[in-house]
């Protein structure tokens, strides 16, 4: 995810914050959701496709 500085979620473990520019931040954010939808499942070629819908649900505390 990429924000303005100062982050709003928690870092996922084993990763780290990167600074983009003097005002921005990306890091891999933590945080719960749940679907919205049901997942759908596409084939293409030998390749299998999954279509994900989740909201966020709350954060872990900064």
Not at 27 to 38: C, G, P, S
Request: glycine share 4%; aromatic share 12%.
């Amino acid at each position: 995810m990429e924000e303005r500085s100062p982050r709003t979620r928690v870092i996922a473990p084993g990763t780290n914050e990167v600074m983009v520019g003097a005002s921005h931040v990306s890091y891999f954010a933590q945080f719960h959701v749940w679907f919205v939808a049901e997942p759908e499942f596409d084939k293409a070629g030998d390749k299998r496709i999954a279509h994900l819908s989740f909201q966020e649900t709350e954060k872990f505390a900064v």
